[in-house]
C-alpha cells in the first residue's frame, strides 16, 4: 500500500507567502507614521507564523503518534510465529485478514474438576484432572464476524451483530470451523485448531493450574463475570464485556453454551482429559459447558454440564476453539 508523505517541514518563505495572501483584516493603530504601522503589520504577521509553526508542530507530532500506533496495531495482528513455546497470547488472522481470532496461553497441569459448590448435580464427581500438553483456547466465543470470515455465513437467526458470539451452530458446524482454519494453514506450525475437551475447558475456567477455585470463572459472583437470566435482559450479549478469569478468558458462563470436543460419558470421572478426533456426525451426544443467558446461576456454574446430539443447533448454544500439539 503507497503511504503519504506527512510533510515534515515548512520553509519560513513559505509561511511568509501564506501569511502574505491571508486576509488578516484592517489593522487598526494609533501610529503617527507610516513606519510604525508598517512595524505593527510586521508584528501581526510574525505573531501569525508563531500560531502556524505551533500548529504544524502538533499536527506532526499526532501523525507520528498515529503512525506509531498503527505500526504497533498490525505486529500484534500478524499471524503468529511458528515457535509457540512461550505463554504470551497469540492473534491469528482469519481469512479476511482484518478479523482476528484471540488465543490465550493455558500451561498444562492438574486440577480439582466438578468441584463442589454447593450447586452440584450426580454427575459432577468430584476427582483430580490432568492435562500433559500446553494449549491456547479462545478468549472469548466465536464471534459472528469470525465465522463469517471463515464459513462465508452467519446462521445466527435473531441477533445479527459482528461481535456477539455465532449461535445456531451445530457440533459438526463447529468442527467444520476449526478444520477449515487448518485447511486453510492459519494454525502455526505443529499445531491445529479444535474444540476442547470438556477437562481443558473447565481447567481454562478455573484459572488453570493455579486458579483461585472460583464458583464461576473468575469470580463467585455470576454478575461479573457472565449474562444469566438475571442481567441479560432476554437476549446474547457482545463478546469480553465482563470480568475475564485468572487466565484472561472472557464469557466462560452464560452468554451461550459451548460446544465441547468428547461425548457425554455420565459422569465427569470418565472424561478423557485430551483427545485427537476428527468431524463426524451421528453417535453419542456431545458434552456442552458454561451456561448461557436464559439460565439461572445453578446452570452456569464452572462445573455444570450437559449435552446435545451432533447435529442440534440452537439460539443459546455456540462454542470457542482451542489450539492443541499436532498428533
Given at each position: ?92 488472522l482469519l481469512p ?54 471463515v464459513m462465508g ?175
Open positions: 500500500m503507497k503511504k503519504t508523505s506527512f510533510p515534515k517541514h515548512i520553509s519560513f518563505i513559505s509561511f511568509l507567502f501564506l501569511a502574505a495572501i491571508t486576509p488578516i483584516g484592517p489593522v487598526s493603530c494609533c501610529c503617527f507614521s507610516k513606519r510604525n504601522c508598517l512595524e505593527e503589520e510586521n508584528l501581526l504577521i510574525s505573531e501569525k507564523l508563531i500560531i502556524a509553526e505551533k500548529e504544524i508542530t502538533r499536527l506532526n507530532e499526532a501523525y507520528q503518534t498515529a503512525e506509531s500506533r498503527a505500526q504497533k496495531a498490525l505486529s500484534m495482528l500478524k499471524t503468529p510465529s511458528k515457535n509457540l513455546n512461550d505463554n504470551a497470547g497469540k492473534t491469528i479476511a485478514q482484518i478479523i482476528p481470532l484471540d488465543m490465550v496461553f493455558v500451561e498444562k497441569g492438574s486440577f480439582t474438576m466438578s468441584r463442589k459448590d454447593g450447586d452440584n448435580y450426580e454427575d459432577e464427581v468430584s476427582h483430580t484432572a490432568t492435562l500433559k500438553n500446553n494449549f491456547y483456547i479462545g478468549r472469548t466465543e466465536v464471534t459472528q464476524e469470525q465465522y463469517q470470515a455465513k452467519n446462521p445466527s437467526p435473531e441477533v445479527i451483530a459482528p461481535r456477539m458470539p455465532v449461535v445456531q451452530v451445530s457440533w459438526v458446524d463447529a468442527m467444520t470451523f476449526c478444520d477449515k482454519l487448518n485447511d486453510a494453514g492459519l494454525a502455526p506450525e505443529g499445531w491445529r485448531f479444535t474444540l476442547p475437551t470438556e477437562t481443558q475447558w473447565e481447567y481454562a475456567a478455573s484459572g488453570g493450574e493455579n486458579g483461585h477455585g472460583f464458583k464461576f470463572s473468575g469470580s463467585n459472583v455470576l454478575d461479573e463475570v457472565g449474562w444469566y437470566t438475571e442481567n441479560s435482559d432476554g437476549s446474547m450479549h457482545f463478546v469480553g464485556q465482563k470480568k475475564p478469569n485468572e487466565l484472561g478468558i472472557c464469557d466462560m458462563n452464560g452468554n451461550v453454551w459451548e460446544w465441547c470436543l468428547d461425548d457425554h460419558k455420565g459422569s465427569s470421572r470418565n472424561a478423557t482429559p485430551e483427545l485427537n478426533r476428527k468431524n463426524e456426525s451421528g453417535g453419542a451426544r456431545r458434552v456442552v459447558r458454561g451456561g448461557s443467558w436464559d439460565y439461572v446461576p445453578r446452570f452456569c456454574r464452572n462445573a455444570i454440564r450437559d449435552s446435545h446430539s451432533a447435529e442440534y443447533r440452537d439460539n443459546y448454544l455456540g462454542f470457542r476453539v482451542v489450539l492443541v500439539p499436532a498428533q
